[in-house]
């Protein structure tokens, strides 16, 4: 009952903004795209599933509804507009951006790293390796932190968000 009322939420707050009449001097499509975009935000709060499912979720609403939602009835008219080509350009414009490649990339690293316990086992090889004295033990655990903090932030980051 508690994950159904997370669920809900942003859908039934969505639903109860595109209802409401949009306020003087912004068109009705703008505000069905505002509508949407408030939902995706109590989503992020609630968090009843991942956020990048709520994110992908949403882009794929704008698209589908694209023309009543993401286009303004001016664009519908010009003659050769496509709305259907239009709205997956859109959609899959994000995807095109090299950071967000960088930014999965890094995500996808961070869960391997965690997965697979690859920091414990490197710092293990360190001290296997330089563990015969305190001072280099020292530089072990030195080396191990520089090489490694990165990617436990990386990793916390994961989880956290």
């Known amino acids: 009952m ?35 975009f408030a939902g995706v935000i109590v989503g992020l709060m609630l968090e009843p599933i ?3 499912a709520i994110g992908l979720i949403a882009v ?29 350009a859109w959609a899959l414009s994000g995807f095109s951006n090299g950071t967000v490649w960088l930014i999965f990339g890094a995500f996808m690293f961070a869960l391997g790293y965690e997965k697979t316990g690859l920091g414990r086992r490197i710092a293990l090889l360190l001290v296997r390796a330089m563990g015969r004295k305190t001072l280099t033990l020292g530089y072990a655990v030195m080396v191990a932190d520089a090489v490694l903090a990165p990617l436990e932030v990386a990793a ?3 989880t956290a968000g």
């Not at 994950?3 to 859908?11: C, N, R």
């Not at 109860?16 to 795209?33: D, R, S």
């Not at 704008?62 to 003659?79: G, M, N, R, Y």
Request: aromatic letters at 12%; charged letters at 10%; a positive charge.
């Open 2 to 36: 508690k994950t159904l009322w997370k669920a809900l939420a942003p859908i039934a707050a969505a639903i109860v903004i595109a209802l409401i009449p949009a306020p003087a001097g912004l068109a009705q499509h703008t505000w069905y795209y505002f509508a949407i």
């Open 50 to 52: 991942p956020g990048a």
């Open 60 to 88: 794929t609403i704008v698209a589908v509804l694209s023309e009543w939602v993401f286009f303004s009835p001016e664009q519908l008219a010009k003659p050769g507009f496509n709305v259907a080509n239009a709205s997956l």
């Open 156 to 158: 916390q980051n994961r």
